[in-house]
């Protein structure tokens, strides 16, 4: 223990005092000046008694009920169901529309077609303990903003797919150039997964949840806990959004329907190689199937057998084909003026 002298104590409590004075001085939000500062406490506490649980949770139970993704008939109901209840609150508000790119697919094939032959499901079976899981409208496991393609190449599991894993493939004396990678979803942004394959010269890439991370390996897995099932598919955009986000066509200007547009081949924030996520049960028999060295230890996941990391035998067939349409966006879309 440190040994204080007489003076050096006196000295610490006079400095404590003053910093718990200097601290009494300052005003209790930063920005804010004291007089401002109650101000300010007094309309956020106006603000908080005004929230009510129940009806955020009505309201996400009613926004989420039916499919509503961009340019459905879901959609527009979620916007004017919106609308409505701001209307309703006296603000002055109105929808605004704008015309946005959204791909949605046409065909999605992943098939194994050596050594052995499998083809994937690709499909979330409907649940019984879960009403939405059947509904008609609802849209394929997809990432969007793939690229269209139909490649056949082997097949090379990169861990996550982060710049680290290439490095260790790189002294493994692996390549992925020429070839289809397989990646665990984690670790990262999904759409740096692809992006970061494509600079590898990767033909495409496939990106699945493993147990592990996101499955029984985690915890109870759903409808009885919230991680995926075996059938489970994390869906979401691989855009190249640090390039810009938003409308590809559109960089930095609202996506009207007079707006210039882009060529799409041409958009930099679209990648240009086909990707597919999938669920573990999709994933294993590819993986099981791999050959080349044993995955490094922090690379293997839940799947009840050895992680390898190819190439070798085993080749995969991947083809994605989008409608390329521009969608009507309503659901964002709201001006609201006090």
Same mark, same amino acid.
């Given at each position: 223990?440190?040994?204080?002298?007489?003076?050096?104590?006196?000295?610490?409590?006079?400095?404590?005092?003053?910093?718990?004075?200097?601290?009494?001085?300052?005003?209790?939000?930063?920005?804010?000046?004291?007089?401002?500062?109650?101000?300010?406490?007094?309309?956020?506490?106006?603000?908080?008694?005004?929230?009510?649980?129940?009806?955020?949770?009505?309201?996400?139970?009613?926004?989420?009920?039916?499919?509503?993704?961009?340019?459905?008939?879901?959609?527009?109901?979620?916007?004017?169901?919106?609308?409505?209840?701001?209307?309703?609150?006296?603000?002055?508000?109105?929808? $605004?529309?704008?015309?946005?790119?959204?791909?949605?697919?046409?065909?999605?094939?992943?098939?194994?077609?050596?050594?052995?032959?499998?083809?994937?499901?690709?499909?979330?079976?409907?649940?019984?303990?879960?009403?939405?899981?059947?509904?008609?409208?609802?849209?394929?496991?997809?990432?969007?903003?793939?690229?269209?393609?139909?490649?056949?190449? $082997?097949?090379?599991?990169?861990?996550?797919?982060?710049?680290?894993?290439?490095?260790?493939? $790189?002294?493994?004396?692996?390549?992925?150039?020429?070839?289809?990678?397989?990646?665990?979803?984690?670790?990262?942004?999904?759409?740096?997964?692809?992006?970061?394959?494509?600079?590898?010269?990767?033909?495409?890439?496939?990106?699945?949840?493993?147990?592990?991370?996101?499955?029984?390996?985690?915890?109870?897995?759903?409808?009885?806990?919230?991680?995926?099932?075996?059938?489970?598919?994390?869906?979401?955009?691989?855009?190249?959004?640090?390039?810009?986000?938003?409308?590809?066509?559109?960089?930095?200007?609202?996506?009207?329907?007079?707006?210039?547009?882009?060529?799409?081949?041409?958009?930099?924030?679209?990648?240009?190689?086909?990707?597919?996520?999938?669920?573990?049960?999709?994933?294993?028999?590819?993986?099981?199937?791999? $050959?080349?060295?044993?995955?490094?230890?922090?690379?293997?996941?839940?799947?009840?057998?050895?992680?390898?990391?190819?190439?070798?035998?085993?080749?995969?067939?991947?083809?994605?084909?989008?409608?390329?349409?521009?969608?009507?966006?309503?659901?964002?879309?709201?001006?609201?003026?006090?």
């Amino acid at each position: 223990m440190m040994n204080m002298t007489p003076s050096k104590t006196l000295c610490l409590i006079l400095s404590s005092g003053l910093l718990s004075i200097s601290a009494l001085a300052q005003p209790s939000i930063t920005g804010f000046s004291a007089a401002s500062a109650a101000k300010q406490k007094q309309i956020e506490q106006q603000f908080d008694a005004g929230l009510s649980a129940e009806r955020i949770g009505k309201n996400i139970k009613d926004m989420s009920a039916i499919p509503h993704h961009l340019g459905s008939p879901g959609s527009k109901a979620v916007a004017e169901n919106i609308l409505a209840q701001f209307k309703q609150y006296g603000w002055d508000a109105q929808i $605004e529309t704008y015309q946005v790119l959204f791909p949605t697919p046409k065909t999605r094939v992943l098939e194994m077609v050596s050594p052995g032959v499998f083809k994937a499901l690709l499909k979330e079976p409907a649940l019984k303990e879960d009403g939405t899981s059947n509904q008609e409208g609802q849209l394929p496991t997809y990432n969007c903003w793939s690229a269209d393609g139909d490649v056949t190449a $082997e097949l090379v599991f990169v861990n996550y797919g982060v710049p680290a894993d290439y490095e260790t493939l $790189e002294k493994l004396g692996i390549s992925v150039k020429g070839k289809i990678v397989i990646a665990k979803y984690g670790r990262s942004w999904r759409g740096i997964k692809p992006k970061i394959a494509q600079e590898h010269g990767a033909l495409g890439c496939i990106i699945y949840s493993d147990p592990q991370d996101d499955g029984y390996g985690a915890g109870d897995v759903y409808p009885k806990g919230a991680f995926k099932n075996e059938y489970g598919v994390q869906r979401g955009s691989i855009m190249d959004m640090v390039i810009y986000p938003g409308d590809p066509l559109t960089p930095n200007i609202g996506s009207t329907a007079n707006a210039k547009r882009l060529d799409r081949l041409s958009a930099p924030n679209l990648l240009k190689i086909p990707v597919l996520p999938i669920s573990y049960h999709d994933a294993k028999p590819l993986l099981e199937a791999l $050959e080349g060295p044993v995955a490094p230890a922090a690379w293997r996941g839940g799947l009840p057998f050895t992680y390898h990391v190819g190439p070798g035998k085993t080749k995969v067939h991947l083809k994605v084909d989008f409608n390329w349409i521009l969608s009507i966006d309503l659901s964002r879309a709201l001006a609201i003026s006090l």
